[in-house]
Nanobody, 119 residues
Framework: QVQLVESGGGLVQPGGSLRLSCVAS????????MSWYRQPPGKERELIAT????????TYADSVRGRFTISRDNAKNTVYLQMDSLEAEDTAVYYC????????????WGQGTQVTVSS
């Protein structure tokens, strides 16, 4: 049974930090690139960060570059999103996403974790 389970969301003040985690099970994690998406209230889901299956390359959306850092630990089947200098506009449900390195239609989604940035 494939699972992606996110954790680490919550309420944080502007300027604060959070670290999201996503633990994978039921598939060979090291063969998948991993991404974080987010969906703000009333808006479309957007891709914000990706890390390749080896962890060698990361890419970011302009809106989070320089503030967020994606990383992975293949030994722990876990991908992380370190979020610093949080802004109210970062309020969203954050989703973990896995895509096979070769078979690009082989994808999985997590259930999402809420991040709220507010004073």
């Amino acid at each position: 049974q494939v699972q992606l389970v996110e954790s680490g969301g919550g309420l944080v003040q502007p300027g604060g930090s959070l670290r999201l985690s996503c633990v994978a099970s039921g598939f060979t994690f090291s063969r998948y690139s991993m991404s974080w998406y987010r969906q703000p209230p009333g808006k479309e889901r957007e891709l914000i960060a990706t890390i390749t299956y080896t962890g060698g390359t990361t890419t970011y959306a302009d809106s989070v570059r320089g503030r967020f850092t994606i990383s992975r630990d293949n030994a722990k089947n876990t991908v992380y999103l370190q979020m610093d200098s949080l802004e109210a506009e970062d309020t969203a449900v954050y989703y973990c996403y896995a895509q096979h390195r070769t078979w690009r239609t082989d994808v999985y989604w997590g259930q999402g974790t809420q991040v709220t940035v507010s004073s």
